[in-house]
């Protein structure tokens, strides 16, 4: 396409509309914006924001506290990111 530059992100929203689309994911408020702004014909409104906090990563738990999670896995991409957890009770 004209507008994409070789391996630049880009995203395109509603072919209908031509909103956004090929505009370039350059930035995390552009990509947040862009979810933020996401709304449904059946009332489904998305609120986005950036959290900049810092997390630690590589926290290992034990084999046994990782099955008390009640992970409910999805059809498509269950195996890898889609998934839902659920209170224990």
Request: aromatic share 8%; charged share 35%.
């Given at each position: 396409?004209?507008?994409?530059?070789?391996?630049?992100?880009v995203i395109s929203?509603d072919?209908?509309?031509?909103?956004?689309?090929?505009?370039?994911?350059?930035?995390?408020?552009?990509i947040?914006n862009?979810?933020?702004?996401?709304?449904t014909?059946?009332?489904?409104?998305?609120?986005?924001d950036?959290?900049?906090?810092v997390?630690e990563t590589?926290?290992?738990?034990?084999?046994?506290?990782?099955?008390?999670i009640n992970?409910?896995?999805?059809?498509?991409h269950?195996?890898?990111?889609?998934?839902?957890?659920?209170?224990?009770?």
């Amino acid at each position: 396409k004209k507008f994409q530059k070789d391996f630049e992100p880009v995203i395109s929203v509603d072919a209908k509309k031509k909103e956004l689309v090929g505009k370039p994911l350059e930035t995390y408020s552009i990509i947040v914006n862009l979810i933020g702004a996401t709304k449904t014909k059946t009332g489904l409104n998305v609120k986005a924001d950036i959290d900049e906090n810092v997390y630690e990563t590589g926290i290992k738990i034990s084999k046994s506290d990782f099955e008390k999670i009640n992970i409910c896995k999805h059809e498509f991409h269950g195996d890898d990111w889609n998934y839902t957890i659920k209170p224990l009770n």
